[in-house]
């Protein structure tokens, strides 16, 4: 038998085995494979079930559709069986503690596929071992998982997004019991378990069965209050928050951000941001822009250009559609916008959060105990900082879950760890969320415009102060970027 066929075989006979999981269980996502088979599309049918997804520190993300290499009703039951009995193994309390459960806005009609019906069967599969689930029953941005976790001291957490990727995307992100993203080699742990445990449970599909049981919780109300009285404290400004002339505009680039970046506003006593109309409300679509990312910077921003002018705003704030990442872009005195990279806004926050922090604090011994962190793959600003200011700085290596988890070990030695941030325009700006979070860092942002105003200074002006004083303190060209500029 030659290797072709083989592989062949192979791949039928993991069809046949979806199919008998999934037969009468999803309708939809079994009539594209009996659509594909029908039709002999050997090179669909390949992508779908060529190989299982391979589950990651980052959890997984995918094309939402059929077959094992796809996010799907069953994928998503066989990664929460899986994950339910490496916690178990993990936890001896975990029928205690249990877990939390956030989702986006996502959806996927023709698969029958959507966030919230993951979350639910993610949910039904830990419910059904007695675990309890706080599972939100509103879509949510993701820095509340991890911060649910350690409010309410929970096993894990699980977010089902794909943040910024393109919307036939999902994916299933997974968080430690310190709020941070699993790292090695809890990932390979996992993956083996999920191998482990493919057939679904009984009543796995059932997720009307979680509505009436007592495991249920619904944490939407409580951590949507606490949050925000979290993050106030970090608002050091009210009085200049309250009659600031600065006007900001917001869009959540149809994901989940607005409502949340709304109370952020009320938390810090702004006035509302004015809010993009056609990006406000969530929607799975992303009909305004062709990839649903801030980064990809003039084509996103363009309907938040257009209000700005419209209505005088200097600020937009930008989220990308889970609301972990911020980007920001400043009206300049010729006329263009400046959009601030992820290093820029890195090097603002972390003067700013540095400088409040400073004036909160008088003794001057309590300095050797205040960290910053950044990823190798960003800009060495900070460190040009600590060396200034004499606190503690330290590079990880590339990604959150090293920064998250490291910033918990350094919290549990009793330091203090103000702020970290990567290029990719992810910043943790209250060691409440070991994890990125465009929320606070939105009203945090704004709260330095504003600040700076009453100084006559602009974001601009502060970022070349902080970069000139960075060098004379340390000689690093690679801090420098060149502004980005549009024209409207």
């Not at 009543?203 to 979680?210: F, P, V, Y």
């Not at 993009?276 to 250009?305: H, I, R, W």
Request: with cysteine; aromatic share 10%.
């Amino acid at each position: 038998m030659s290797q072709s066929e083989t592989k062949v075989i192979t791949i039928f006979f993991r069809i046949a085995i979806y199919c008998n999981f999934i037969f009468l269980q999803n309708i939809k996502t079994s009539e594209i494979v009996k659509q594909l088979v029908a039709e002999e599309n050997a090179g669909e049918l390949q992508k779908c079930f060529g190989s299982r997804m391979e589950f990651g520190t980052a959890g997984l993300r995918a094309a939402m559709g059929a077959g094992i290499s796809r996010m799907n009703d069953l994928t998503i039951i066989q990664t929460t069986q899986g994950f339910c009995r490496y916690l178990e193994k993990n936890f001896s309390d975990l029928k205690k503690r249990g877990v939390v459960i956030g989702f986006d806005a996502r959806a996927h009609p023709s698969s029958g596929s959507s966030s919230k019906r993951f979350a639910r069967l993610a949910a039904t599969t830990f419910i059904s071992q007695g675990i309890p689930v706080y599972l939100f029953s509103n879509i949510t941005p993701t820095p509340f998982v991890p911060y649910t976790i350690t409010h309410l001291k929970l096993s894990a957490g699980i977010m089902i997004t794909a943040s910024h990727n393109p919307k036939q995307d999902n994916g299933y992100k997974v968080y430690w019991e310190n709020g941070a993203q699993i790292a090695s080699p809890h990932d390979k742990g996992i993956s083996q378990t999920i191998e482990e445990n493919q057939e679904p449970w009984p009543q796995g599909w059932d997720d009307s069965l979680i509505d009436s049981s007592l495991l249920l919780h619904d944490p939407y109300v409580t951590i949507n209050k606490d949050y925000f009285k979290d993050i106030q404290k970090h608002c050091f400004h009210r009085n200049i928050n309250k009659e600031t002339k600065l006007k900001f505009v917001h869009t959540s680039v149809h994901g989940v951000g607005h409502e949340f970046v709304q109370s952020a506003f009320k938390a810090f006593d702004f006035k509302p941001p004015l809010a993009v109309a056609e990006q406000k409300d969530p929607d799975p679509e992303f009909p305004t822009v062709k990839y649903p990312n801030p980064e990809e910077g003039k084509g996103v921003l363009t309907l938040s250009f257009a209000l700005a002018e419209k209505e005088g705003a200097g600020i937009i704030l930008a989220n990308d559609p889970d609301a972990d990442r911020l980007l920001v872009a400043e009206k300049q005195e010729s006329g263009e916008w400046k959009v601030f990279s992820g290093n820029e806004l890195g090097a603002l926050l972390g003067w700013w959060i540095f400088t409040c922090w400073k004036n909160q604090n008088q003794d001057p011994t309590a300095i050797k105990d205040v960290y910053m962190l950044s990823s190798t793959v960003s800009s060495k600003i900070l460190r040009a900082i600590a060396l200034k200011e004499g606190f503690h700085f330290e590079e990880t290596l590339t990604g959150f879950k090293w920064m998250g988890n490291r910033a918990k070990q350094l919290m549990d030695q009793e330091k203090t760890v103000l702020f970290a941030f990567e290029e990719a325009i992810g910043y943790m700006c209250s060691p409440v969320v070991l994890d990125k979070d465009g929320v606070s860092a939105a009203v945090i942002t704004a709260e330095m415009s504003s600040w700076l105003a009453t100084k006559n200074l602009s974001l601009s002006q502060q970022l070349k102060a902080v970069y000139d004083e960075s060098c004379r303190q340390e000689k690093i060209d690679s801090i420098r970027q060149d502004p980005i500029l549009y024209e409207t």
